[in-house]
């Protein structure tokens, strides 16, 4: 008994991860709540189990007692606390090794799903992937499936640990990369920056501390196998790897990638980068509902505006020739004013006078009246604008009406036309008909005269025989 007790006790340590000792006083809390139940509650009642033979000493108010004849009641309180505690000690164990484990990358076997959320068996526990942590779009998990996920939180409920697990968080990507790419494990090559939209596509911007050593290439692999891994474990999504560089303008082009980027224009004062891109480009920078460009502002923490070369030369146009008609207003601080990436009315109007003010130092004055005449010359051109596109609008939709009122007069004569063939097919019809009913009745009156002519006539007998004599 004694042995077979430290068996069990280092069989409970070791599968439930608690602490031997732990479990030694759980029992024997659990025996003192058998023997208060045996003879009554008091607080003399020990019990001490000995670490090395297991040996059992049980005194009540002084006097030793035999653990083994408690009776079948209290053995049954004994059970039951001495389960509830190891439960309380294995939940304990549970919520600090998954604590640890915050950020890192789990698998588990898809137990069931719960509504939308999906239950996750992690050996020990079972995780909790919510609808909002899992990727839109991916294909319903079966039981017993394999599943990696991330664990995103742990928290303590009344009677157990939740684990929240996510697949949907950028750092997910971000574990999934250190597993697939020893180099990042390693710390050679760094995920510098990275923007998501889960389900969908991925920008992740990578630069490497050894020169040896190709950033790109190393995380895409040969022939595109350790991409291709991530690729599937995310159902499919789209991963972009852009080269990282510390100049702004670089980076922002290679973020922009594959789209050919003619020119970038930076504006500190507002945190923007207006970006020049030619009409057959322009699809291909903004990407599908505009992901591309927002990715890329996400990557590189840019306001990204994406305009065409005529675009982009109109609105210097314009803030060329609205400042030139200010006193005191020269090529030379023309010039300047673009170079702050200021290259419209608008951005004059946005960053205000402080900016000409500092950066280059133009009397307040001065800098007053730019901007009140760069606003008023954008609201009058905005204005303009409104009122060309509401012009064309306009037309085009007296274009429609006219357009519809031709289809409904061609479909009127093609009915008319329509309505008299038919009248004409009428009134032949009604003629064919009246010839037919008049060569009816003729024709039965001929066959009643026929019919006369061809009855036969029975022969008179005298007549025969007279002729024979």
């Not at 189990?49 to 209290?74: F, N, W």
């Not at 200021?342 to 130092?361: H, K, R, W």
Request: with cysteine.
């Amino acid at each position: 008994m004694n042995s077979e007790l430290l068996r069990i006790v280092d069989a409970i340590s070791r599968d439930k991860k608690i602490d031997k000792e732990s479990v030694f006083e759980d029992l024997e809390l659990a025996m003192v709540s058998a023997a208060n139940k045996s003879f009554g509650p008091t607080e003399n009642c020990q019990v001490i189990i000995d670490r090395l033979s297991g040996e059992i000493t049980a005194s009540y108010d002084g006097e030793p007692i035999d653990i083994k004849e408690l009776g079948r009641i209290a053995a049954q309180t004994g059970k039951q606390v001495m389960i509830q505690r190891i439960r309380e000690a294995e939940r304990g164990s549970i919520y600090e090794e998954f604590s640890e484990r915050v950020g890192t990358i789990v698998t588990g076997t898809v137990v069931r799903y719960e509504g939308s959320a999906l239950i996750i068996n992690l050996g020990r526990t079972e995780g909790f992937l919510p609808r909002s942590e899992q990727i839109p779009g991916e294909s319903s998990h079966h039981p017993g499936e394999r599943v990696r996920s991330m664990v995103l939180d742990v928290r303590e409920a009344p009677n157990q640990v939740r684990i929240v697990l996510t697949r949907s968080h950028p750092d997910f990507i971000r574990r999934l990369f250190e597993l697939e790419v020893p180099e990042v494990a390693e710390h050679v090559i760094e995920l510098k920056a990275m923007a998501r939209e889960a389900g969908y596509r991925t920008k992740v911007a990578v630069s490497s501390i050894d020169t040896k050593v190709d950033a790109v290439g190393a995380c895409v692999g040969v022939r595109g196998s350790r991409i291709r891994n991530i690729v599937d474990e995310l159902g499919g999504e789209k991963i972009d790897i852009v080269r990282w560089n510390e100049s702004s303008q670089i980076l922002i082009g290679n973020a922009l990638k594959p789209a050919e980027v003619q020119e970038i224009a930076l504006c500190f004062e507002l945190g923007r980068a207006t970006v020049v891109v030619s009409e057959d480009q322009l699809s291909l920078a903004i990407g599908k509902r505009g992901q591309n460009v927002r990715l890329a502002a996400r990557l590189t923490g840019w306001d990204i505006d994406i305009l065409t070369p005529a675009e982009y030369n109109k609105g210097l146009d314009d803030l060329e020739r609205t400042l030139k008609e200010i006193d005191g207003v020269d090529d030379v601080l023309v010039e300047k004013v673009m170079t702050l990436g200021l290259i419209s009315l608008g951005d004059v109007a946005e960053v205000g006078a402080d900016p000409l003010v500092g950066e280059l130092e133009l009397e307040d004055a001065l800098a007053a009246t730019i901007v009140e005449t760069s606003t008023a010359a954008a609201k009058r051109i905005a204005e303009e604008t409104a009122a060309a596109k509401a012009l064309a609008a306009e037309a085009a939709k007296e274009a429609a009406k006219e357009k519809a009122e031709g289809d409904g007069d061609s479909a009127g004569d093609s009915d008319a036309e329509t309505v008299e063939s038919e009248a004409v097919g009428t009134s032949e019809g009604d003629d064919t008909e009246a010839a037919a009913e008049e060569a009816v009745p003729q024709s039965e009156n001929e066959k009643s005269s026929a019919g006369e002519v061809t009855e036969p006539v029975e022969p008179d007998d005298s007549v025969q025989a007279k002729e024979v004599e």
